[in-house]
């Protein structure tokens, strides 16, 4: 079909990705997948097909049933935050290990909670919160640089694209709302983290498992999510054309191979499709009342919170809210206060929230960077110092589902510097929260170029020390 004509003046089109590119729908307009059931093509055979974001069963029982990751992108200060080091003081204007001069956090460390562990001053509300969490204090990674470090935090590769966590989770389980897309990024601004689009994307796994990435700075939901209703012609027009563009691609299927971009092109508008209502609903957070408001307060950060609350509460798998702000190679003691303020409050109340809720016990919260920093001064900031980067050692917190709560694994030096007992690697942190999910990360696989892949690649320990 579609072959050269003496009688054409147009071009011809060889391919389904050509006809449905020339075609020129609007973004709304391509929902086929689960769509094309008896009611939408108007036949009393036709069968519904299964949606790739159905739920599905984990491979053993787990508490965890959805996940939330705050990323802390720039890298916090693991000795001013969640790892007290009391060492640095002592030693504090000398030269240390080899790594340079000694500086003493200037925040005070608290114990909190029945479990008596020591908190940073810079979260107070947080802290509150202590006995929900497990702190893993001996995170390592491989190198100390935001790009690569952001995207291996995420996929578990430092070098070729791979699907991230939030696509393997959804892979695994599908998802609970079929007409939201089972995964979705938050971000405020228009740059993009250090690592791009892959931070979110599902590589080889089909595109229906990727992220779908939010700018909450928005002022209204239709500026959030842009062109997702199309104002030029009506649901029943699109309607039309979906059947029509069903049949032709099915018709040009018969001949040519299935094509992994155009059929991850299809999958993303048929949840675009589906979202024109949904998400009209969800990313609303002024449906939500007054107090609630309040409680997470009125900044992007109480705003993104509460906006992933909804997502989760209405069944999206996997959420994540970028939390950056963290790179702090002078002045911390004046700006690493102050970006700890805009999340403390916010992810405080998501925290209180699920447990009014009655979802905390079957969310599993993850807090952290992508790498920690040094305990000496910064070479940059002699006059108001801050710190350099430290692929070593750093800190990150997980809550709720499956999570040992009040629990501290592993720990660094007396400084604070390298990670020396039960160290953590980012694949350990990735086969932890895929068996906090249900599942063993060695047989999550997808077959890909004739070999099966996972999430951890050959690597990854299960940390069952801070599982409940």
Same mark, same amino acid.
């Given at each position: ?69 705050? @990323?802390?992108? $720039? ?33 005070? @460390? ?16 947080? *802290? ?26 995420? +996929? ?12 393997? +989770? ?12 089972? #995964? ?10 250090? $690592? ?7 590589? #080889? ?62 999958? *993303?508008?048929?949840?675009? @499709?589906?979202?024109?209502?949904? *998400? ?34 209405? $069944?999206?798998? #996997? ?30 109340? @998501? ?39 430290n692929a070593k050692a750093f800190s990150v917190w997980m809550a709720g589902g499956g999570v040992k709560g009040g629990t501290v694994w592993g720990a660094t030096d007396e400084f604070g510097g390298q990670a020396v007992d039960k160290p953590v690697h980012v694949h350990d942190l990735h086969a932890t929260i895929l068996g906090l999910l249900g599942f063993d990360h060695t047989r999550l696989t997808y077959r890909y170029n004739g070999r099966d892949f996972r999430l951890t690649e050959t690597y990854g320990n299960v940390v069952k020390g801070i599982m409940a």
């Open positions: 079909m579609f072959e050269n004509c003496d009688n054409c003046d147009h071009a011809p089109i060889h391919s389904r990705r050509d006809f449905l590119s020339r075609l020129g729908m609007g973004f709304g307009a391509l929902s086929l997948a689960t769509l094309l059931h008896e009611d939408f093509l108007g036949s009393a055979n036709a069968a519904p097909l299964l949606s790739p974001l159905a739920p599905k069963d984990p491979q053993f029982p787990a508490k965890a049933k959805r996940v939330i990751h705050i @990323f802390a992108s $720039g890298a916090p200060s693991q000795v001013d935050t969640w790892d007290p080091k009391p060492a640095l003081a002592t030693y504090n204007g000398k030269t240390i290990g080899g790594r340079g001069v000694a500086m003493p956090s200037p925040f005070k @460390f608290s114990p909190h909670g029945r479990s008596g562990i020591p908190v940073s001053e810079v979260f107070p509300n947080l *802290a509150n919160h202590v006995d929900d969490m497990a702190i893993i204090r001996s995170m390592h990674t491989d190198i100390p640089a935001h790009e690569i470090a952001t995207v291996m935090m995420n +996929t578990g590769s430092r070098q070729l694209a791979r699907p991230c966590l939030g696509s393997w +989770t959804v892979y695994g389980l599908g998802s609970d709302n079929q007409n939201m897309p089972g #995964f979705i990024s938050l971000r405020a601004g228009g740059g993009l983290p250090p $690592g791009g689009t892959q931070n979110w994307g599902s590589a #080889f796994l089909p595109g229906v498992y990727q992220g779908t990435s939010i700018n909450t700075s928005a002022g209204s939901v239709t500026e959030m999510i842009q062109n997702i209703r199309n104002p030029y012609i009506s649901e029943e027009e699109q309607r039309r054309q979906l059947d029509l563009i069903h049949q032709l691609n099915e018709l040009h299927a018969q001949n040519l191979q299935k094509d992994a971009q155009l059929e991850a092109r299809i999958e *993303a508008y048929e949840i675009a @499709f589906k979202m024109q209502s949904a *998400a009209s609903d969800a990313f609303d957070y002024r449906k939500e009342p007054q107090n609630v408001r309040d409680m997470y307060g009125e900044s992007g950060q109480g705003k993104q919170m509460l906006i992933a609350r909804r997502l989760l509460e209405r $069944g999206v798998r #996997f959420v994540q809210v970028w939390a950056g702000g963290w790179d702090h190679h002078q002045d911390i003691e004046t700006r690493l206060p102050e970006r700890a303020r805009e999340i403390d409050k916010p992810l405080s109340a @998501f925290l209180t929230d699920l447990k009014r809720l009655g979802m905390l016990d079957s969310t599993l919260v993850l807090w952290g960077g992508e790498f920690g920093r040094q305990p000496t001064r910064d070479r940059n900031g002699n006059d108001n110092p801050g710190r350099d980067h």
